[in-house]
């Protein structure tokens, strides 16, 4: 794959600690760590632990969210409240019959000042674009946003 020549580039480390059956505690410098483990439909799942699955997903939303925030921020419109609910479907791939999230729907909730959600709704795009967790996967993302003022 090539990359186009940038100045800009950012780098983030996990480590992982593995508890000696199918789960570990993730952790990464200066914050708190994180349970990890396979999702309770699969073998020694346990529904306290966030899966990678789940992690996925949870990554996918907060990263629309904070390009959302950003753009918002940077043509000032004033965000009031933001919210979402995202889910996601694992199943095999035609083209190579590997397990893979195949389509997420994302529904982001959005308040913003009366008078500026013509505005908002244009940053859509934008964000939608420019977060980095929906642009490296390949899974059909669809995008519900829902706009209010108040």
């Not at 709704?121 to 996967?137: M, N, P, Q, W």
């Amino acid at each position: 794959m090539r990359y186009v020549p940038n100045r800009k580039s950012f780098q983030y480390d996990v480590e992982v600690a593995w508890d000696g059956r199918r789960a570990s505690t993730l952790s990464a410098e200066g914050r708190p760590s994180i349970l990890s483990g396979p999702p309770s439909d699969f073998p020694m799942g346990e529904e306290d632990r966030w899966s990678p699955e789940h992690l996925f997903l949870g990554s996918l939303a907060s990263c629309t969210m904070i390009s959302f925030l950003a753009h918002a921020e940077h043509k000032g419109v004033d965000v009031l409240e933001y919210g979402s609910e995202i889910g996601g479907t694992v199943m095999r791939r035609v083209e190579d019959g590997r397990y893979a999230f195949v389509h997420v729907h994302q529904r982001p909730h959005v308040v913003v000042a009366a008078g500026q959600a013509e505005q908002a709704r244009e940053l859509i795009g934008k964000a939608e674009r420019d977060c980095f967790i929906s642009a490296s996967t390949s899974a059909e993302i669809q995008n519900d946003w829902e706009i209010n003022e108040r």
